[in-house]
């Protein structure tokens, strides 16, 4: 083991670090934004748009992140769209991620009994009562694992950004290999290094899974 | 839209690279369903210490990117000897990561299997590894089937990661035709046509597996 090489790569992984945890909470942001949308059409929308991003959704589920990738980085620019690589990256995992989390916000509203959407109208309350007072309160638990699941997927897929040359952390590993050339010891601690986020993202969402259900384990007890 | 003279021409060449693409899905599908079973195994066992070695080995591989194991594997093989082999690398990085995906699919599923089965497989004889052929795997594969089928899809989607060692896959097959003919959206068009190939008869295939073992 080279640790010298290790040491002197630090200062510049970290600031890849940093450009990775930005562009993953962009895009984090912007998928679930994204999917929240595909799912209440998935619901309401009608049929033609239904099957519309059905279609979008069995594409996105079979197709590699790495052509999306390239689909958007070469294609886009024969149309005169040229977008930074940055944002094609948030684009790319954007359009990749929001028809999973759609699959999970659908099933975890459509998991609600009718009768609470019933209650709801018998009591009068408004739309944004509804959502926040019964809907949320049930569902987001349920989502939670799951869509911290995905997250901690976009966060492991955004290391392919530095194919298309996105300057975060992957790309700041191969900077520092071309000059330390001790790759593999650089990419054991960028294996850390993401290993203990996911971890530690994993360890929250199971943390708050726990703190968001007590409702539940206190009706046990009665 | 016609297809472009230069592009025709280079379809074999793709061609090669969707056979490249199957072939590597398919070994490392056989790597993963290995170390899926090992890693299941070892973290069924009752010594902390394999518990530990099953547990650690799902959580690496389920929170480092696959391009980073790929990597890892491709520079640690040349210390083993066994250096300059991209297909070697690719099938046995993809199979790992997806190993521990398919461990925790077994381990789930060895529910089914339940105390008085094994205490039956003892009573009659058999030993621990024909208790694992005899009992254990006819159930636990057959209720597995869909899932398994469905990881195997997601692996053929970790697949393009190979190009990034250079191996002749559709992806960098498809980057080659690209750099000689510049025509970018049509080879790449061909190459996502390749993957819906193989994924979406997998995909409808894992969907009617499902479907079979939820009976009405």
Known sequence: MDWQAIIDALPSLGEGMAATLQLCAMAAICSLLWGALMAAALMRASRFWQRLLRVYSNITLALPLLVVIYLLYFVLPEYDITLSSPVVGVLALTLYYAPYIAQVIRAAIEALPKGQWEACRVLGLSRREQLRDVVLPQTLPQMLSPLVGLMIGLIKDSALLSIVSVQEFMYAAKQAISETYAPLEIYLTVALCYWLLNSLLDWLARHFEFRMTRYRRGMQHE | ?216
């Not at chain 2, 295939?205 to 479907?211: K, N, V, Y």
């Open chain 2, 1 to 216: 839209m016609g297809l472009d003279q230069q592009v025709l021409a280079a379809l074999p060449e793709l061609g090669r690279g969707l056979l490249m693409t199957l072939l590597l899905t398919v070994l490392a599908s056989l790597v993963s369903v290995v170390m899926g079973q090992l890693g299941c195994f070892l973290q069924l066992r009752r010594a902390w210490i394999w518990r530990t070695f099953g547990r650690l080995y799902v959580s690496l591989m389920r929170g480092t990117p696959a391009i980073v194991q790929l990597f890892v594997v491709f520079f640690t093989l040349p210390k083993l000897g066994l250096g300059g082999q991209p297909l070697l690398a690719a099938v046995l990085a993809i199979g790992l990561n997806s190993g521990a995906y398919v461990a925790e699919i077994l381990r789930v599923n060895r529910r089914l299997v339940t105390h008085g089965q094994l205490e039956a497989a003892r009573t009659l004889g058999l030993n621990r590894l024909l208790t694992w052929w005899y009992v254990i795997n006819p159930q636990v594969l057959r209720a597995s089937l869909p899932m398994l089928v469905n990881e195997f899809t997601i692996l053929l989607k970790t697949t393009p990661l190979a190009s990034v060692v250079a191996l002749t896959e559709l992806t960098f097959a498809g980057q080659i035709v690209i750099a000689r003919t510049y025509e970018a959206t049509q080879v790449l068009l061909l190459v996502a046509a390749g993957y819906l190939l193989i994924a979406l008869p997998l995909t409808t295939l894992a969907r009617r597996l499902e479907a079979k073992r939820r009976p009405a």
